[in-house]
């Protein structure tokens, strides 16, 4: 994530993606490169080789991803930039299991780099289902090409999710840090290639006003909701085996309550913006598990409508378990125990299949403290709400209490908003160019780093124990295409607060 006005062009390299015929590489890395390349943040000396399973040839490799960038393309196509792009691509097949194909691999490699001149940088970029980063990266190890030579560089990107529980996350980092350094790995979380998600950290840390004021003495409480109409789609295989808590805690909300509650970084680099992160992850409260249960609330979508799609009950999605206890919503309280933070709960929701898309961080400030106009009691004022929107709301907006004209004192709660739109005129993205681009100019500021993710799996350790001892019991039903189970509810309203509503 570059501080100048023009950002910097990568070093020439070969970009290694190891499931290119999949999704993730289809719909959002090749639509990515299009867009830095036509923002001509791509190098001349470059080439993006596709790595298959499969007997597939550069031809058709080049013509499906061709049709991927039509459909995902967040931007008109320019066919010639596109052209230019997929010329890069040459498909090879290797196969983690077979060790022979790595070392093919590393001659084919080879030869395409001395060919596209491109100085012998790699980066390998794992787009693969999770079980299978283990297996490629100690290939790559193995074969000798991670292997540092001279001063060309070499990096390895690794998808989510990085691991299912605190074990094997720290097994995965083990195995990943005996092959390569911290430094050379980059573990994506793609909420931290929104700008919504970066600008929090530009909005605590180049404004004079929030700090002093951003702490137990002021705030009351924080939520961060990420709240989908989506239900589970196909995607019930992986779906059932991880849940909502999974799926989206560790990773993407702690993202988002690491960069909120952090201290402020001593400066702007990954060393010391990673470490403010992990600090503040390592200081939320592991909770007994009778704890995690009063603090959690876990729901399983019924069948029901979003707008004006039916929604299958989640137990009829193909490939989920007959009986499944699996979660689609997760809501928990949590406690961070620092001085910033001590007494202040941040409250935390997730969940499919729900009437309303919002992903937004509230943070509750204190009620005035005395209640001066009497016509209104200082309870039933509206809230002092500063909203960070992510999505689709991309903006902030302060809530706060107003006169309402008029000869008498009335009050009403009123919103001052800024949204993105209204503001800036930017080519849409889809969020992984900045990371893509961070990834080739050897910048982690935006990754995750060891501790940042083991420290995120030990605080959801203790619910995710809870719940498969707790089994069916506890797990609440909610119909798609509402808020989502009435419990969530009470795990605030017993604090005496309540969650925001949308809007
Ligand atoms: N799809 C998305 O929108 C998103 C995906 N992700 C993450 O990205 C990764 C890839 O997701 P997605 O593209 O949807 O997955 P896919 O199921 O589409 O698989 C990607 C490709 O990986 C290859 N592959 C599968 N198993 C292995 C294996 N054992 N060894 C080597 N290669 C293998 C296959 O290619 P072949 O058969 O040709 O070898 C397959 O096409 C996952 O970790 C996912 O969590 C993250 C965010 C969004
Ligand atoms: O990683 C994932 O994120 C998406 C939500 O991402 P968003 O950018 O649309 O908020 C989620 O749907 C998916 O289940 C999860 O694997």
Sequence with gaps: MTTQANAQVPDGCAFVIFGVTGDL??????????????????????CVVGITRKDMSSEDLRASLMQGLQKFATRPVDQEIADKLLYCVTSVSADPSDPASFDRLRERLEKLESSRNTGGNRLFYLATPPDAFAPISAELGRAGLLKEDGSAW????VEKPFGTDLASAKALNDHLLSIVT??????????????????????????????????????????ITVDEKLGVGHRGSFYDKTGALRDMVPNHLFQLLSLVAMEP?????????????????????????????RNSVRGQYIAGKVDDTEIPDYRSVKDVAQGSTTETYAALKLTIDNWRWAGVPFYLRTGKALGTKRTEVAIKFKQAPF?????????????????????????????????????????????MTFRYKDYFK????????????????????????????????????????????????????????????EDADALLTRDGRNWREPG
């Design 371 to 415: 209640a001066m106009f009497r016509c209104t009691p200082v309870e039933e004022l509206s809230q002092n709400y500063l909203v960070i929107g992510i999505e689709p709301v991309e903006g902030i907006a302060l809530q706060f209490n107003t006169k309402i004209p008029g000869p008498t004192i009335a009050i009403d709660g009123v919103e």
């Design 25 to 46: 590489t289809h719909r959002l890395v090749i639509p990515a490169l299009y867009n830095l390349a036509e923002a001509n943040l791509l190098p001349e000396k470059f």
């Design 426 to 485: 930017v080519a849409p993205s889809n969020g992984y160019e900045t990371l893509l681009h961070d990834c080739m100019i050897g910048d982690n500021i935006l990754f995750q780093r060891a501790d940042g993710v083991e420290a995120g799996w030990r605080a959801v350790q203790p619910f995710i124990d809870a719940w498969a001892k707790a089994g069916a019991q506890g797990l609440q039903s909610y119909k798609a295409g509402s808020e989502g189970p």
């Design 265 to 293: 970084p001593a400066h702007f680099n990954a060393h010391s913006v990673r470490s403010a992160k992990a600090d503040v992850l390592a200081a939320i409260q592991v909770q007994r598990e009778d704890e995690a249960l």
């Design 154 to 157: 070499r990096r390895l990107v």
């Design 182 to 223: 911290e430094h050379e790995l980059y573990r994506i979380d793609h909420y931290l290639g929104k700008e919504t998600v970066q600008n929090i950290l530009v909005l605590r840390f180049s404004n004079g006003m929030f700090e002093p004021i951003w702490n137990r003495d002021h705030i009351d409480h924080v939520q």
